[in-house]
């Protein structure tokens, strides 16, 4: 029973769920008891919470890091594509370029031509799910708000010959 009160404070539990839910016929279980076993018991549930935390910490990070790394690779593979391109290659071996053929002309002029292009479903089904995780694990941020109570200045865009470019 002592594992199964142990299991469920790490999970959060509150003394009188705890309590009710160990308590059966024979025994009665009280919020009081619980709390004295939290009490009683702090030096093991302290090391094991912080222990707990970590986990979670490194799991959220190394989701983040998996996003940014997958996010890192597509960026890489399309400026592959880009210098293929410009060394007048397809760039198919990267995986993001679709050859389609292209009919020029009509009748006996008609000429079947094979055009190369970055395929935009793949990129886009791509980024779909890196959000769709992203949303899930309530790691995007939310919406920005900015306090200037601080008296600090920023800048949020910059204005140049007219041209408006935005920063961030």
Do not use: C, W
Not at 103 to 117: F, H, K, P
């Amino acid at each position: 029973m002592r594992k199964l009160i142990i299991g469920m404070i790490l999970a959060g539990g509150k003394d009188t769920a705890i309590a009710r839910a160990v308590s059966n016929k024979r025994l009665t279980v009280t919020r009081q008891a619980i709390g004295a076993f939290r009490r009683r018991h702090a030096d093991t549930l302290e090391p094991e919470e912080a222990r707990m935390q970590r986990e979670a910490a490194d799991y959220a990070i190394a989701n983040k890091v998996n996003r940014i790394a997958t996010n890192d690779l597509l960026k890489n593979l399309l400026l592959t594509v880009r210098d293929e391109r410009a060394a007048g290659r397809t760039g198919i071996g990267t995986g993001l370029v679709v050859m389609r053929e292209k009919a020029l002309g009509s009748g006996d002029n008609m000429t079947i031509v094979e055009e190369y292009e970055i395929d935009p479903a793949i990129v886009t089904l791509i980024d779909k799910l890196h959000n769709s995780t992203a949303n899930e694990l309530g790691q995007l941020p939310k919406g920005r708000t900015l306090d200037l109570s601080d008296r600090r200045t920023y800048v949020l865009q910059v204005v140049t010959n007219g041209n408006s470019v935005p920063l961030g």
